[in-house]
């Protein structure tokens, strides 16, 4: 892929901006709490709201330093819907991160979200599967580390696990897990999916023994 030829550098919604990231990066130095600095960034993105859409309405695809840190700001704010669909703009058009990001996009958008979902997870609290699915689907042809990848499939398949009901498993959700588990598995083996596999296999096995079959085939009853 070909990086964009031309620069935001120069218009004047962009500068203007550019100026005022500036001053509220200056803000944020000021606070030393994470969670502090999480917290401003929440209140300072909805200003750069109206310019990110009509940057991602435009669809020129001019390398944009306010864009891509906006798109990092938002996942750290919490907003990883809006990082997604700014990061989805930003890979389509191969911008270039800042000089002190030092992952790739692709990497950074999967594995910032799926440590994100993890914490949840652990913590017994659940996390949106539809960011993951979409974190998945924008990131599926960019390479990064496989480690990276196995959080994303292993979160992933910890959705599916979450949104079971045991008594009366779904199958195909079952299988999606499974996948999703054996994935992690297989590209990391220390993920950490190992016990959540076993429990979604022992599932598959509990809701192929409670379907009724034809006496004497063993086979399911026809349509």
Known sequence: MVAPERSMAGATAYEQQLLQLNQDRLRLKQVQSEQGKAELKRTLIPAYQPYIEGVLAAGNGAQDDVLTTLM?????????VGALTIGRYVLQHNLKMPDRFARTTGCLLAEEVANAALKQQKAGEPFDRFVLTLAADITA???MPDEARAKLHL???KAYLAELDEAAPNAEGLEEARGNLARAIDLHSNCGGKKDLERVERLLKKHAESKPTVPGTGEPPAN
Do not use: F, K, T
Request: aromatic share 14%; charged share 25%; glycine share 14%.
């Open 155 to 157: 979160a992933l398949g």
């Open 141 to 143: 042809e960019h390479d």
């Open 72 to 80: 990092v700001w938002s996942i750290d704010a919490g907003d990883y």
